[in-house]
């Protein structure tokens, strides 16, 4: 039976419905009946049809109320937002602010919980935790550590690049002197073969001349000899070389002038055979001089080496120290993606409004004095993981609609019974426990392993007291007994005696 209400009421029931009380609450608010509250609802739907939305509200008192919801609807449409996800964005803002974060921390912490969907999260966040353990380390240690690394690989690599270039142009540099020292040593090799060869052609000149010398000299001597002997007899060369002719005892009279020119000749062969030992003492000095180069070229050559060797060794170790914070790197890429992500989350939010100079004020503002906490970070971090995907949020799911959700510990159930009310649906039999959001973070194995340990804890549990039949020797061999079976477990509790299978079978046993 619909019952006739005044003209406020309406109002306050139209505001109610806007409000968006369901219509239980709203009959029991006004102290009217269901029917009622659809009967109105219904006529301010049919009006509102008649002549408009914005007209049938002034008419009815609640144009505030349905002009909010029509910039609330604006809104929700420019930002691409349906009212479940409207609904689901207030209810982690109140869980947030329930857990007393910072209003400008609430973008950041929904791209983490986003980031918890991908599977390679937990690997890093578990790769994170044994790097911490094992270098005894916090996370802002690591995450410094690995800026100060990753900042000083341009460093390296400008290093490296330097060296190289250094080593290139020692090369090269090498491989000059090296082209100018063959070609020193063509050079003197060609130098050598040239005085070789005028020393062999000025030895084989000085020979015949000295041959012929000799014969002139042998002449000489002859006609001295002749002259002294013709002295004795008080002749001379005149009157001998016309004895001679008027006798016709020879067909060559002696020729003076050939012996004198013999005999200048002998002294210009003395002095080219000075002149080729000079150009021998020339040659021998610019040969040593070659040496001397060659010397200076070889050590050269060697430092140079010595230099390579050097610049090779610390190329080496630049090299196992670049490989090194590669292999650093590779290590923490999960965690410097994460971080990555937790600085991109910082860029794209709306409240950062100037420059990465906010980021570093705000990081700074972390660190000043005066903020104290009584757990460390890691405890922190653990604490919030289990307490919002843990103990605080329980999933729900909704078999008349298919609708799944997420409802605090604290939430007040609608009615009283055991389960919650389907945000969409507003069934509440339907509404069953569900774990889809556990599954979306774990996998079905570790799921089947978490479950299993489970089940294993209490057996567990009452195996521990005869943890203590580990720790009791053998009574032969004194040894521990380790391999216990169901049989021998049984042949001890009747009195058999504590000992090994093979001891038993043993003279002693």
Wanted: aromatic content about 8%.
């Amino acid at each position: 039976m619909t019952v006739k209400i005044s003209q406020q009421k309406v109002s306050r029931l139209l505001k109610y419905y806007f409000a968006g009380m369901t219509q239980p609450v709203i009959a029991q608010k006004l102290g009217i009946d269901q029917s009622s509250v659809s009967l109105y609802a219904k006529r301010f739907s049919e009006r509102a049809a008649m002549i408009g939305l914005l007209a049938a509200a002034k008419e009815y008192n609640v144009y505030k109320e349905v002009r909010e919801l029509r910039n609330l609807s604006v809104e929700l449409q420019q930002l691409n937002l349906t009212s479940e996800d409207a609904r689901d964005g207030v209810r982690i803002i109140k869980d947030f602010n329930r857990l007393r974060v910072p209003r400008d921390q609430h973008t950041e912490l929904i791209q983490v919980c986003k980031k918890v969907t991908n599977p390679g999260f937990i690997d890093a966040s578990m790769t994170l935790i044994r790097i911490e353990v094992k270098e005894k380390i916090s996370y802002e240690e690591a995450v410094t550590k690995y800026n100060k690394i990753v900042s000083q690989l341009p460093l390296k690599q400008s290093e490296l690049t330097r060296t190289q270039t250094q080593l290139n142009s020692l090369n090269r540099s090498v491989a000059n002197k090296n082209e100018e020292l063959q070609n020193i040593n063509a050079q003197a090799r060609q130098s050598r073969k040239y005085a070789e060869a005028n020393r062999e052609t000025l030895e084989r000149n000085y020979e015949a001349r000295r041959q012929q010398l000799r014969v002139k000299l042998q002449e000489v001597e002859d006609v001295a000899q002749v002259k002294a002997e013709l002295s004795k007899d008080n002749l001379d060369i005149a009157i001998m070389v016309k004895l001679v002719k008027e006798y016709g005892h020879g067909t060559q009279p002696v020729n003076g002038i050939v012996i004198r020119r013999a005999i200048e000749g002998h002294h210009s062969l003395e002095k080219s055979k000075e002149a080729i030992n000079n150009e021998v003492s020339l040659q021998n000095k610019k040969n040593a001089q070659l040496q001397k180069l060659n010397s200076e070229l070889k050590s050269d050559n060697a430092r140079s080496i010595a230099s390579i060797k050097v610049v090779n060794n610390s190329l080496d170790e630049k090299r196992l120290e670049y490989s090194q914070l590669t292999l650093t790197v590779m290590e923490h890429s999960h965690q410097y993606d994460l971080f990555k992500g937790f600085l991109a989350m910082i860029g794209s939010s709306p409240l950062v409004t100037s420059s990465i100079k906010t980021l570093i004020a705000s990081l700074k503002e972390l660190i000043r004095p005066g903020w104290y906490s009584s757990k460390s970070n890691g405890e922190l971090r653990d604490l919030f993981i289990h307490r919002v995907f843990g103990d605080y949020l329980q999933s729900f799911r909704c078999d008349h609609c298919g609708s799944r959700f997420m409802v605090s510990e604290g939430t007040n159930k609608i009615y009283f019974s055991s389960s919650y009310n389907c945000p969409k649906c507003h069934w509440t039999n339907w509404v069953k426990p569900d774990d889809s959001f556990l599954k979306a973070l774990v996998s079905e194995r570790k799921l089947e392993n978490i479950h299993y340990t489970e089940l294993l804890v209490p057996q567990n549990e009452i195996l521990r007291p005869f943890k203590v039949l580990l720790t009791i020797p053998c009574e032969i061999c004194g040894k521990l007994i380790t391999d216990w079976t169901e049989d021998k477990a049984k042949r001890i509790a009747m009195g058999m005696g504590w000992g090994h299978e093979e001891c038993w079978k043993t003279l002693l046993g």
